[in-house]
C-alpha cells in the first residue's frame, strides 16, 4: 500500500513538474508574467501620481465651497466629475478613453492606462482628502488667520498637514486597490500582468499554473503593501502619544 502511495505522489509531482516547466520554462514563457508586471506597475504608479494631484485639486475646490461658498461653478463641475466617475466601471472608463477620446490620435496604451485609471482614482482621492480637511477643527482655520496667513496660506500650512496625516492609511488602501483594479488593462490589448497569464494559457493550454501565479503575484504585493500600510498606521498613532 505505501509503496503505491510513494508511487501515485511520485507521478503527481512529476506531472506537475512537467506543468509548471511547460508553463513557463518553455519558450521562456515566464517572461510574460514579468514583463506584465512591469506594464502593471507603470500603470499603476502613473496613475497614483495623476489621481493625487487631481485629488487633492478637486478636494480643496470642494472643501473651499463648502468653508467660504465661493468656487461654484468649479464645484458644480467637480461634482459632475465625481458623479461621473463614482458612478460608472472602471473599465467601461478605460475603453471611453481609449476607443472614444484616444485611439484616433495614436497615443500610447500604456500613457491611455495611466490617463484612465488616474482619472478614476483621483475621484475616490478627493473624497478621502476632502473628508480629511473636513475633519480638521475650525478653530485651526481661526488660528492659521489670527497669525495673519490668508486662506490659500492657512489650508497650505495649517490644514493640509493634519488632514494628510489622518487620510493617509486611507490613501495607501486606495492605492491598493488601485493596483488591483489595473487587472482590466487588457480590455485595450496592453500585456500587463493578468495578460500575460492569459497569453500563456493560450499557448499551453493548461488554465491552472498561469493563473494561480498570477493571483500569487498580485497577493505577494497586496500583502507587503498591506503590511507596510498597517506600519505607517502604527507609527502614526505613536506619534500622536
Same mark, same amino acid.
Given at each position: ?15 506537475? /513538474? ?15 508574467? !514579468? ?11 502613473? !496613475?497614483?501620481?495623476?489621481? &493625487? $494631484?487631481?485629488?487633492? @485639486?478637486?478636494?480643496?475646490? /470642494? ?7 465661493? @468656487? ?7 461634482? $459632475? ?6 458612478? +460608472?466601471?472602471?473599465? =467601461? #472608463?478605460?475603453?471611453? &478613453?481609449?476607443?472614444?477620446?484616444? !485611439?484616433?490620435?495614436?497615443?500610447? %496604451? ?12 483621483? !475621484?475616490?482621492?478627493? %473624497?478621502?482628502? /476632502? ?8 478653530? *485651526? ?11 490659500? *496660506? ?7 498637514? #493634519? ?13 491598493? =486597490? ?12 496592453? *500585456? ?11 499557448? +499551453? ?17 497586496? =500583502? ?6 498597517? @506600519?505607517?498606521?502604527?507609527?502614526? /498613532?505613536?506619534?500622536?502619544?
Amino acid at each position: 500500500m505505501n509503496l503505491l502511495l510513494d508511487a501515485e505522489n511520485a507521478g503527481f509531482f512529476e506531472k506537475l /513538474r512537467d506543468r509548471f516547466v511547460n508553463c513557463f520554462i518553455e519558450d521562456d514563457r515566464w517572461k510574460y508574467l !514579468a514583463n506584465g508586471l512591469a506594464v502593471t506597475m507603470k500603470i499603476t504608479l502613473g !496613475a497614483v501620481v495623476i489621481g &493625487v $494631484i487631481l485629488g487633492f @485639486l478637486v478636494a480643496a475646490i /470642494r472643501a473651499t465651497h463648502d468653508k467660504t461658498g465661493k @468656487l461654484r461653478i468649479l464645484n458644480f463641475l467637480a461634482n $459632475i466629475y465625481l458623479t461621473v466617475i463614482r458612478g +460608472t466601471p472602471v473599465v =467601461v #472608463q478605460l475603453l471611453i &478613453v481609449y476607443f472614444v477620446i484616444l !485611439a484616433p490620435l495614436g497615443v500610447d %496604451e500604456i500613457l491611455v492606462a495611466i490617463l484612465a485609471f488616474g482619472i478614476n482614482s483621483g !475621484a475616490y482621492v478627493a %473624497e478621502i482628502v /476632502r473628508a480629511g480637511i473636513m475633519s480638521v477643527d475650525n478653530g *485651526q482655520f481661526e488660528a492659521g488667520r489670527s497669525l495673519g496667513f490668508n486662506y490659500v *496660506q492657512t489650508m497650505w500650512y495649517v490644514i493640509l498637514p #493634519q488632514a494628510f496625516k489622518n487620510i493617509l492609511p486611507a490613501l495607501c488602501n486606495e492605492f491598493i =486597490v488601485l493596483l488591483k483594479e489595473t487587472s482590466v488593462s487588457g480590455y485595450i490589448a496592453l *500585456q500587463d500582468l493578468t495578460k500575460g497569464g492569459y497569453i500563456i494559457v493560450g499557448r +499551453t493550454f493548461d488554465a491552472f499554473m498561469p493563473l494561480i501565479s498570477v493571483a500569487i503575484i498580485y497577493l505577494v504585493i497586496v =500583502v507587503i503593501l498591506t503590511k507596510l500600510v498597517a @506600519l505607517l498606521e502604527r507609527r502614526l /498613532r505613536n506619534s500622536e502619544h
